[in-house]
């Protein structure tokens, strides 16, 4: 694939990313009301998980060059979103929400971390 054709694929697929993130977000929070803002969670966490899975398949061989760009790159760049975990921890610290900003910020580190790892080996199987 010619690069301008992959960065097209790549900024198609991120815009597709963005979008799913937008809406499963809006699912989470329209099911959970609360200080804690879990759809992030979720999404960072499952998006640490995949990604680690295409790292794992790309280590082991098995995942196309321009296929990793578009996933990985584009359409799990478009989704994760660590910055806006990171602002709503701050916005929680502001609130004095000491908890739900360590459950946040500290929780969401870890357990993507760990999806990530996970991803990564279960990805080496391929």
């Known amino acids: 694939m010619s690069p301008a054709l992959l960065g097209l694929v790549v900024a198609l697929s991120g815009g597709a990313g963005a979008v799913c993130r937008f809406v499963l977000d809006g699912t989470i929070r329209s099911k959970l009301v609360t200080i804690v803002p879990y759809g992030t969670i979720v999404i960072n966490v ?29 359409l799990l760049g478009g989704y994760t979103t660590f910055s806006a975990a990171m602002v709503e921890t701050v916005r929680l610290l502001q609130q004095r929400r000491w908890v739900a900003a360590g459950v946040n910020g500290i929780g969401t580190m870890l357990l993507a971390l760990g999806a990530a790892v996970l991803g990564v080996f279960l990805g080496s199987l391929f």
């Open 46 to 74: 499952s998006g640490s998980l995949l990604l680690g899975l295409l790292t794992g398949a790309a280590l082991a061989g098995a995942a196309i060059t321009d296929v990793r760009a578009a996933i990985g790159t584009g």
